[in-house]
């Protein structure tokens, strides 16, 4: 398909002494790639223009199978309804900084995108996509722990470089969206239960600790005789404002969280440890921060010990506590994910496994609270 030229005109002037081909040259020598994805890129000219205005960038391209599968999506029309949805989309496809293949390794990056529009993300600076190299592959974590796959690394232009991936990255949810989805039901359920999704949602820059359903249900003795303060204190004390701390952030340090107490954090082995509860998964991306996934329920008044990184399962910080007899607290209500998430089923502490996606998530407008709306099933996700 031909491109406007129009439409790259300003982006065909921006130039560097190191490369002379401008964006459009660039993306017109893929065509064959990236054809379905030029056609996208005409019916946004604010991100072509917002483009225009951009040095040192790194645009991931999604393939013309991954955009095929997003237009002809029968969702695709409430996608679009979105005002700002697909400019947001493409910008966060565009990396802020020039990475060619060879910056990325099995350390992963968090690296900060061009989508800044505060009615999808509430992260300063731009909401991070993850990027690591698994096999010899550079794969990019989004939303949910879904991912892309470099197919094509380094077409260099003007301002930066572009790298062709087989994938569509999915803009990170809101916190009880992405709790709720990444089938950690009892922790959405006790966010509600707290009356603290409003307070999470709209949180800027979070990290947050949350256990699992297992972690839960440890506990499920103590949980039902808890009053909302006791509970809100509890779930304050997995919070962490201000901070946006990745794995790669994490080192041996303390954390001020939001009921005012420390976390202990240590790392061990290269395992994760928030006190004595272990980080199983790392870096699930959310709207406003990140969230680990630790195998225990903090309890601010049981801070003390060394965490064991050889015990397979942590010992609740409950004095007496034991599984309830009524199921996993807080999970009535709350629905389960219809879609085995990776971020579900990663017990990895460590680099993320490779996988592939072909579709997205649909994004919630900051602090909403609802159903995700999820489109491409099971092609768009893969167990780690």
């Known amino acids: 398909m031909q491109f406007k030229q129009s439409i790259f005109l300003a982006l065909a002037s921006s130039t560097t002494a190191q490369n002379t081909q401008s964006l459009s040259d660039a993306l017109q020598s893929q065509n064959s790639s990236l054809s379905s994805l030029n056609t996208l890129l005409l019916q946004n000219p604010g991100l072509v223009q917002q483009l225009s205005n951009a040095q040192n960038v790194t645009i991931l391209a999604p393939n013309n199978a991954a955009v095929d599968a997003l237009v002809n999506s029968p969702d695709v029309g409430n996608l679009l309804s979105q005002p700002g949805y697909l400019e947001a989309l493409l910008s966060y496809h565009v990396l802020n900084g020039t990475y060619f293949a060879s ?34 592959n550079v794969t990019f974590y989004s939303a949910l722990k879904q991912n892309v796959t470099v197919e094509n690394a380094n077409v260099n232009f003007t301002g930066g470089t572009i790298h062709i991936v087989n994938g569509i990255l999915a803009i990170p949810q809101n916190v009880t969206d992405t709790l709720s989805n990444a089938n950690l039901t009892a922790a959405a359920g006790a966010v509600a239960a707290a009356d603290m999704t409003q307070t999470l949602g709209d949180a800027r ?25 006791q509970l809100q204190s509890i779930l304050g004390y997995h919070v962490v404002n201000g901070t946006v701390g990745y794995s790669t952030d994490l080192g041996n340090t303390t954390l001020r969280t939001e009921n005012g107490q420390d976390i202990n954090i240590r790392v061990i082995d290269g395992q994760v440890f928030a006190n004595l509860a272990r980080v199983t998964v790392p870096n699930i991306l959310v709207e406003n921060g990140v969230v680990h996934v630790i195998d225990q329920v903090l309890n601010p008044d049981n801070t003390s010990g060394t965490p064991n990184p050889s015990e397979t399962s942590a010992t609740p910080a409950f004095t007496s506590a034991s599984s309830g007899t009524t199921g996993i607290p807080f999970t009535s209500g709350v629905s389960t994910p219809t879609t085995t998430f990776p971020a579900a089923t990663s017990a990895s502490a460590g680099n993320e496994g490779t996988s592939s996606s072909s579709g997205l998530a649909m994004p919630m407008k900051t602090a909403a609270v609802g159903a995700a709306a999820l489109f491409g099933g099971a092609a768009m996700l893969a167990n780690l």
């Open 205 to 229: 820059d979070v990290t947050i600790f949350a256990p699992n359903n297992e972690a839960f249900n440890a506990i499920g003795n103590i949980v039902g005789n808890l009053s909302t303060d």
């Open 103 to 136: 910056n990325f390794s099995n350390t992963p990056q968090f690296i900060p995108t061009l989508l800044t529009n505060q009615t999808f993300t509430n992260v300063t600076g731009g909401q991070r996509v993850e990027a690591v190299t698994n096999n010899d």
